[in-house]
């Protein structure tokens, strides 16, 4: 069933001649259709009426989710730290940003009378306030989510996703039964 150098087969091999129980907490065997999966293994020996060992039995465990899960924690521990870069990036860009703001609005006070310099100073304003957007939103993804359940007409809500899929709906010739009733009740057959 399992090719001969596969971890599960060498296992099984060892514990045939030593009579010894073997044991892998991760080993990655292919199944038959090509995927790969990975597996905790222990093997132990069987022992016929004379005592000596006659067969070897597996056990095989699939633990390829628990793996998923792993990677999937081990991904969101880099994207944690990516965050907390980028949050003291952000604060360490915002510092400047203020200082020149304030600059430009002092700036903008001094010059007032120059309508030339009005329109530039401006223009800096509105830039720093848009490189403030941008830092607010990047320091948004690092913050955490905090849910807040708030009440739902789920009739209103379940309208709405009725008529947004009416279309393709009409397409694959599915009808809402619903629209089909309240048609009945405006025009009864005879």
């Known amino acids: 069933m399992f090719p001969a150098e596969t971890s599960l087969a060498r296992h099984l091999s060892d514990t045939l001649t030593t009579g010894e129980s073997r044991s892998e907490a991760e080993a ?13 293994i222990v093997t132990a020996p069987l022992a016929g009426k004379s005592g000596a060992v006659t067969a070897a039995v597996a056990v095989v465990r699939d633990i390829t989710r628990l793996y998923q899960l792993e990677a999937e924690m081990r991904r969101g521990e880099t ?33 007032a009378d120059e309508a030339r ?26 913050r955490p989510v905090a849910l807040r359940p708030v009440p739902l007409n789920i009739h209103q809500l379940l ?15 599915v ?16």
């Open 117 to 142: 310099w009005g329109e530039y100073t401006d223009v800096l304003l509105k830039e720093v306030d848009r490189v403030n957007r941008i830092i607010e939103m990047l320091l948004d993804l690092g």
């Open 175 to 190: 009808t809402d039964r619903e629209a089909l009733r309240s048609e009945h009740a405006a025009h009864p057959r005879g």
């Open 28 to 40: 990655l065997v292919e199944t038959p259709d090509g995927r790969s999966m990975h597996v905790s």
């Open 79 to 111: 994207l944690a730290a990516a965050g907390q870069i980028a949050m003291g990036l952000a604060h360490e860009i915002r510092n400047p940003l203020g200082a020149i703001r304030g600059t430009v609005q002092l700036l903008k006070r001094e010059l």
């Open 159 to 173: 309208e709405r996703v009725a008529l947004m899929s009416e279309g393709t709906a009409a397409e694959r010739g």
